[in-house]
């Protein structure tokens, strides 16, 4: 009820202003309607569980049409201050067993820490990377566009409202703070009350469109809202990535220990 | 035939309304319908398998020629102004409509693995321009441990680091030149910058090549007329036979016009057949007319008319459909550019033959006829030193005989030495940027042309198996001990020195990992740490096939053709393992079409020389004067690649064509000849005077029309493009053995084997 007020009055005052060009549109009007930085946090926060576990599978596709299926299993668990992931490798054959631990600090501007097992290396390395764009593990996301970007690393303007398949969404405009960042801007439309980014545009330095995100499938397991599956389709490379999560198991209790070096070696 | 080009003289205007109603009808279609065809891959036979396989694999691995801007800073290039400079430049250029900014490569996007005891770190050598001295010194340790950068981007001396823009196909223009220009030279000071790479060299001499004829031909054309007019004493004449040569250069470009056919590069060639061809019709005609004014003084211009076309029609037909003919024959030619050149310039040759028959008598008819020459028997005339040459000629039959042999022997030998060279570097200057720059690049860096060698298998993994990988590293290795290859750069090099970062940066695992599973688990490594982009222009998507790519140090096919032997020694062993060797890039398809012009060059002169043959037979009812006949075009071929061979100098796309010219212009001589040799032998009955007769007759004609075709095309030696000198050097030379060929061996063989003299 008090939502729809709030649209009413923010499309009088649209009228109005359109009406009177002249006149600075009354902002302080619709000062209930959510800021564009609360928009995005309220997303960045979404209860997403304390663990989760699931099968991820990864399918890459260039422009040629030929595909790269690979099959993960996935586990992640929140502890506060840090977000643990490992992921082992199920398929292809010759990377079995591969797996990769990514730790994700909320503290802002501190690096994630990433180790990897190379089962015919039989080593656990530790992996340094200075850059934040880095592409995770040659899909057309970078760990930022996974949910890794803190939301006060941008500007974030709230640019219109829309509907995507029949869901009120807000748009937000977000606008890199520090230069020398891969994109220009994004544009995200993220659903009212649920909080999922269902659509998201990337553009580069030159304001060329980069990079489209689409969520193909979320849905509620537990309470929360979960993305199943999603698109990113790399328009300047045409190069296309598709992940879908399969057995989707959350706060399952995954022990602390399940994310360390020595796990990491272990196996499926 | 006759009796319709006699009946023409009597309407001389109707003659000219008609050919300038045509004329102006092909003039409208060339005003409203040319096109040049300035993309060289249309030259390119899409349907040849190499090409077919060196376009599919440029597509995979993303391969595309590059921009390459060197920066110099002669006290090293490790200070915040030059460094400051690449980053501003790589980013500059990766604004640019024209070039993908992930398709620029410089210190400043380059990534930079290394390895520790516990891990492996990637990170960019500098995102933030270094400034202290500390972060300098870092960065230069960086660079000289990490051999995939140092003397690839960076030149061992540091004095010198490159940018590369990848450009897409056909990006390149003029104006997008001097715009690279323009943001170089801004950058300039004290570093000096230089642009090089085969998209500028290319663009380069596609703007330079043509922009050299348009101010070259003028010069020709007006030395062409001044000889011309010199020759035929009378400036009617000089013009009609211009006339000539200019309507059926019109006619042929302006049929290609309506027929929407581009002009192509070698199109560019149809003007000078024209030129040295249809010149001779002209100057054989008046010729005879000259000498049947001075036999029969105080003749009506109207006699004077029906005596050209009675005594000329049969030669100036004969020549023309046998030229025709000749030129039809490079339909055989696999590249679609060198069919036309063919079919447009016997189109051309027609043309001149209708209008030389048609337009020269109406010309006498309503203008006429040239001023009657002073009769001064004192003085000798062309056409006295004709028929002495002609009689010293019968004098020394054996020396003649002697001299042709050992030159026809000594061109072939030479002949067999021939090569195409298909470098667009080398037709510039020795002393122009181009040249310097590229030599100041290829001295401090692996090369500035590329050939790329495609390994392919049908097994998917197959990239990732140790076997194969070593192979692939050894031929690298090979190849590079060549003084030719300067570098090379493929898979094997991003898994040796992952290996390596992966065992503490230890140099003793700088070698292909052991196992399939482990360079499989490097490659993932490498695809979630590093720049994936450049790995796969190594390796598709499958790992069935991958991309070797050698740096040269010349894009000419010698050095080209010494790579590829190295890596054919390799074929087998690769095949053993289920993997075949190609090759691909624009030098590769550069190589292969020059070869294809070459060989369909070579081809066309046998079958057009089998024709002629035939058509002479025909014509003189006679196998043996078709045999004869040929000779003047068997030696001038011979003679011009002989001397091509003997003095090293290599064959381009373009000058090979020229030897079509041997058939055009000496058939046209043999035949003149021949004809007016069979006439007077049949009136005379003597040798030495049917001799000279041809000679005086036919013999001054020919000369006339060799000077004037040698003096026009040797102004073509002090072009500013090289090509251009040596086109004008060809064109004359072939001109002038065809004359000498005729004059000299082909009399002799005539003499010899009592031609028209037997009973």
């Known amino acids: 009820m008090k939502k729809t007020f709030a649209l009413a009055v923010l499309v009088l005052v649209m009228a109005a202003g359109s009406v009177l060009a002249e006149e600075p549109s009354g902002l302080d009007v619709v000062a209930e309607e959510p800021s564009g930085l609360e928009l995005i946090e309220n997303a960045y926060n979404r209860p997403d569980g304390e663990d989760m576990q699931s099968k991820l599978t990864m399918t890459l596709m260039n422009s040629r049409g030929d595909t790269r299926v690979r099959e993960i299993r996935q586990f992640m668990k929140d502890f506060g201050d840090v977000e643990k992931s490992v992921m082992f490798f199920e398929s292809p054959a010759d990377i079995r067993n591969t797996s990769f631990m990514n730790w994700s600090y909320t503290t802002v501007g501190k690096d994630d820490d990433q180790w990897i097992f190379l089962p015919a290396l039989k080593k656990v390395k530790r992996i340094s990377s200075d850059s934040k764009g880095d592409y995770f593990m040659g899909s057309d996301f970078t760990y930022d566009d996974l949910g890794d970007r803190h939301p006060s690393s941008d500007t974030h303007t709230v640019l219109s409202r829309e509907n995507v398949n029949d869901e009120p969404c807000y748009v937000v405009e977000s606008v890199p703070v520090e230069e020398e960042y891969i994109y220009g801007r994004t544009i995200s439309w993220i659903v009212e009350d649920k909080w999922v980014v269902v659509k998201k545009d990337f553009y580069d330095e030159d304001d060329e469109l980069l990079k489209t995100l689409t969520v193909d499938e979320y849905g509620e397991i537990d309470g929360y809202w979960v993305v199943m599956h999603s698109t990113m389709h790399h328009v300047q490379r045409d190069h296309t990535t598709i992940m879908a999560l399969d057995d989707i198991q959350l706060d399952t209790g995954i022990p602390e220990n399940k994310f360390t070096e020595r796990m990491m070696t272990r196996g499926l | 035939m006759h009796r319709f080009l006699t009946a023409l003289t009597s309407r001389p205007w109707l003659v000219f309304v008609v050919v300038f109603a045509v004329s102006a009808a092909f003039l409208a279609a060339v005003a409203g319908n040319t096109r040049m065809e300035t993309d060289l891959d249309e030259y390119m036979p899409k349907d040849h398998p190499a090409f077919i396989y060196s376009d599919e694999a440029e597509e995979w691995f993303d391969i595309d020629d590059g921009i390459i801007i060197a ?505 053993e393992l289920g993997v075949n060797v190609n090759y691909a890039g624009s030098g590769y398809k550069s190589l292969i079409f020059s070869d294809l012009i070459l060989k369909g060059q070579v081809q066309s002169l046998i079958l057009s020389l089998g024709i002629i043959v035939i058509l002479l037979s025909l014509m003189f009812k006679r196998i043996s004067a078709g045999l004869i006949g040929v000779i003047p075009i068997t030696i001038t071929a011979i003679v011009s690649f002989g001397v091509m061979g003997l003095l090293n100098i290599p064959l381009s796309t373009t000058t090979a064509l020229i030897s079509s010219i041997a058939v055009g212009v000496g058939i046209d001589y043999a035949v003149h000849f021949m004809e007016r040799f069979r006439v007077a032998a049949k009136r005379t009955g003597d040798v030495v005077a049917t001799i000279a007769d041809a000679m005086h007759h036919s013999g001054r004609a020919i000369m006339f029309n060799a000077i004037v075709v040698i003096a026009g095309f040797l102004v073509l030696l002090f072009s500013a493009f090289p090509p251009n000198r040596a086109l004008g050097a060809l064109v004359s030379g072939n001109m002038f053995i065809s004359l000498l060929g005729t004059v000299t061996i082909m009399v002799v063989v005539m003499v010899q084997t009592k031609m028209y003299f037997k009973k």
């Open chain 2, 71 to 575: 920066i110099e800073h002669t006290d090293g290039i490790y200070n915040h102004g030059t460094l400051s400079k690449v980053k501003g430049l790589t980013k500059e250029l990766g604004k640019h409509d024209l070039i993908d900014r992930s398709d620029v490569t410089s210190l400043y996007t380059a990534d930079n693995i290394t390895g520790s005891e516990d891990g492996l770190d990637v990170r960019a050598f500098y995102s933030k321009v270094p400034e202290t001295e500390f972060e300098l010194d870092a960065l230069r340790r960086g660079v000289r441990a990490n051999d995939m950068v140092r003397g690839r981007l960076v030149s061992e001396d540091e004095t010198v680091t490159l940018i590369i823009a990848e450009l897409g196909d056909d990006a390149f223009s003029q104006e997008f030149y001097h715009e690279i220009l323009d943001l170089t030279a801004a950058y300039e000071g004290p570093e000096k910058l230089y642009v090089a790479g085969r998209p500028i060299v290319e663009g380069t001499m596609a703007y330079l090549a043509p922009k050299d004829m348009k101010r070259m031909v003028p010069i020709v054309l007006l030395i062409i007329t001044v000889v011309l007019a010199l020759v035929l004493r009378s400036p009617k004449s000089t013009f009609f036979t211009l006339l000539v040569v200019v309507l059926s250069t019109l006619w042929t470009f302006g049929l290609m016009a309506w027929l929407g056919i581009p002009i192509y590069a070698v199109s560019t060639m149809i003007p000078v057949m024209l030129i040295a061809i249809g010149v001779a019709d002209g100057i054989h005609i008046y010729g005879h007319l000259g000498l049947y004014q001075r036999a029969t003084p105080g003749v009506s211009a109207r006699d004077g008319a029906s005596e050209m076309i009675r005594g000329m029609w049969k030669p100036v037909v004969m020549t023309s459909v046998t030229t025709a003919v000749g030129f039809i024959s490079l339909l055989t030619s696999d590249v679609y550019p060198i069919k036309y050149f063919g079919v447009f310039t016997a189109f051309g040759v027609m043309a001149a033959m209708v209008l030389s028959l048609v337009l020269i008598p109406a010309g006498v008819v309503a203008f006429g006829l040239p001023g009657a020459r002073k009769v001064k028997p004192e003085k000798k005339g062309a056409g006295d030193i004709a028929v002495a040459f002609g009689k010293g000629v019968l004098k020394h039959k054996r020396l003649v005989v002697v001299i042709a042999v050992i030159v026809v022997v000594v061109s072939a030998m030479g002949a067999t030495k021939i090569w195409i060279n298909s470098s667009f570097l080398e037709k510039f200057e020795r002393d122009s940027d181009i040249v310097l720059t590229d030599a100041f690049i290829n001295e401090r860096f692996g090369g500035t042309s590329t050939l790329n060698v495609i390994l392919d298998s049908a097994d998917n993994d197959a990239m990732k198996r140790p076997d194969v990988l070593r192979l692939m590293d050894e031929m690298q290795t090979q190849s590079e001990m060549l003084d030719e290859v300067g570098d090379s750069f493929g898979l094997a090099d991003y898994l040796r020195r992952i290996n390596m970062v992966m065992h503490a940066d230890d140099p003793a695992f700088d070698a292909i990992p052991e196992s399939a599973e482990l360079v499989a688990q490097y490659l993932l490594l490498y695809e979630m740490s590093g720049d994936p982009d450049m790995l796969w222009r190594t390796v598709d998507y499958v790992y069935a096939r991958s991309n070797v790519t050698l740096q040269l140090k010349g894009d000419d096919s010698k050095t080209i053709n010494r790579a590829i032997g190295v890596v054919e020694e390799f074929k087998p062993l690769f095949e």
